[in-house]
């Protein structure tokens, strides 16, 4: 039996998919923990090692939350997701069933405003006291798109070459003076 096999088996209510290798199992908000801690104890999938978790937004649709298990017998993973709405973004936490899942809770909480209900210590890990809002929200208008990129201008006034961020796919014209 494949891993999306078995996973299918494992999570009936879930909606398993496979993508560049990925298999990927999409779980409803309600029955996040259960899924969590079915694929955990599952002998042939044996998602025994808490990789990551993480969030994205999916705006203006709302959040989608990740977690990614691994085997260490079996050398593979597994993806388990579900999506949460952008009004009130609340989840179960995972911090019973991992422990290490407490630092990444308290930070997709902290970049996205994602509430996990049951964490024992939710509270900012990377932003400075008093930071207002979620940095990683779509709708935050990052302040470096506010103004032009510092080389878009020359500060000295010189005429010659014009001064292009790095990367820039834009060539250099043949026989530019610098």
């Not at 209510?13 to 079915?38: E, H, K, N």
């Not at 936490?93 to 049951?118: C, K």
């Not at 024992?120 to 990377?126: D, E, M």
């Amino acid at each position: 039996m494949s891993i999306s096999e078995r996973l299918a088996t494992v999570l009936p209510g879930a909606t398993v998919s496979t993508s560049y290798g990925v298999v990927t199992a999409d779980v409803p908000p309600a029955d996040w923990v259960a899924a969590v801690t079915a694929v955990r104890d599952d002998p042939e999938l044996d998602g025994s090692y808490f990789d990551v978790l993480l969030a994205v937004d999916e705006h203006p649709r709302g959040f989608d939350v990740v977690v990614r298990l691994w085997s260490v017998a079996g050398r593979h993973g597994v993806h388990l997701r579900t999506s949460l709405p952008r009004e009130d973004p609340r989840l179960a936490s995972l911090v019973a069933v991992f422990a290490g899942a407490s630092w990444h809770e308290r930070e997709a909480a902290e970049m996205f405003g994602i509430a996990f209900d049951g964490h024992p210590h939710l509270v900012p890990l990377l932003l400075p006291d008093g930071f207002d809002g979620h940095p990683l929200r779509k709708e935050r208008v990052l302040a470096a798109r506010q103004v032009p990129w510092p080389g878009a201008v020359d500060p000295a006034g010189k005429t010659g070459r014009r001064l292009q961020p790095p990367g820039s796919p834009v060539p250099v014209p043949p026989g530019d003076p610098l």
